[in-house]
């Protein structure tokens, strides 16, 4: 079984790292967890840039080596042929777009104005930090939209989707977004972290990921 011997380079403040373990620990899949210390060089060594040359984390190394980055591809080879992946191709379609959509909307708007709030790398980019904020704002009223009349994002149980868009979409009050005006959004949050083997995530930062 290939699974057997996976590796999962992650960082414990990562919410990109997060999805991962939470989707494997909720299929009962076992990995060997690997933390890589981001804020110190440790995904820009030579070693490491072999497995992923964009230097971040998370990877799954398969125990054949092969090496997969991104979050998102990740989560669709862990659950590929799960109950957590949907099975008809319409709905699969469905799901990658909301892969999609959180990789544009969510993890590089609401993700790092956070990143850069909590770190102190906020000063000097107010203005940068105030427009995304309103922009992971408007996301998550175009995700309100969805949720208004469904539990799931797509059809009508939980999956990889709801894992992915969840990740960095509920640390949103961390940069002021207040979750009143998106009560679907809010109710969804509460579905997410109610199912079997969810774990809170992402851990906080650590001293090293501070600056000034
Ligand atoms: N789109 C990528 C983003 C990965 C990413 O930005 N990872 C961050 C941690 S959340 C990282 O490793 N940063 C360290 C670096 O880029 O040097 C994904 O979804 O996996």
């Known amino acids: 079984m290939y699974r057997q011997g996976m590796k999962l380079y992650t960082h414990a403040p990562s919410a990109n790292g997060w999805k991962v373990e939470v989707a494997l620990a909720q299929l009962g899949v076992p990995f060997e967890r690997i933390d890589v210390a981001i804020f110190r060089g440790g995904s820009h060594t030579p070693e490491f840039l072999r497995k992923n040359p964009a230097g971040s984390v998370p990877v ?3 125990d054949d080596g092969t ?4 979050s998102n591809a ?3 080879h862990v659950t590929r042929g799960t109950w957590l992946q949907p099975e008809d191709a319409a709905a699969q379609a469905r799901a990658l777009g909301w ?3 959180e990789q544009n909307q969510i993890e590089p708007v609401i993700g790092s104005a956070r990143y850069w709030k909590l770190t102190g790398r906020d000063r000097g980019r107010e203005d940068e930090l105030r ?4 922009q992971g704002a408007r996301a998550l009223r175009a995700l309100d939209g969805h949720l208004a009349s469904r ?8 999956s990889l989707a709801d894992i992915a868009v969840y990740a960095y979409g509920h640390v949103a009050p961390d940069v ?3 979750l009143a005006a998106t009560p679907a959004v809010a109710r969804w949050f509460a579905r997410v972290e109610a199912q079997p083997g969810w774990f809170p995530g992402p851990a906080p930062y650590g001293a090293d990921a501070m600056i000034g």
């Open 60 to 62: 799954l190394e398969l």
């Open 67 to 70: 090496c997969l980055p991104e």
């Open 74 to 76: 990740i989560l669709w």
């Open 99 to 101: 892969l999609m959509f």
């Open 131 to 134: 427009r995304r904020v309103e």
């Open 151 to 158: 539990d799931w994002l797509v059809g009508d149980r939980y």
């Open 176 to 178: 002021g977004i207040d």
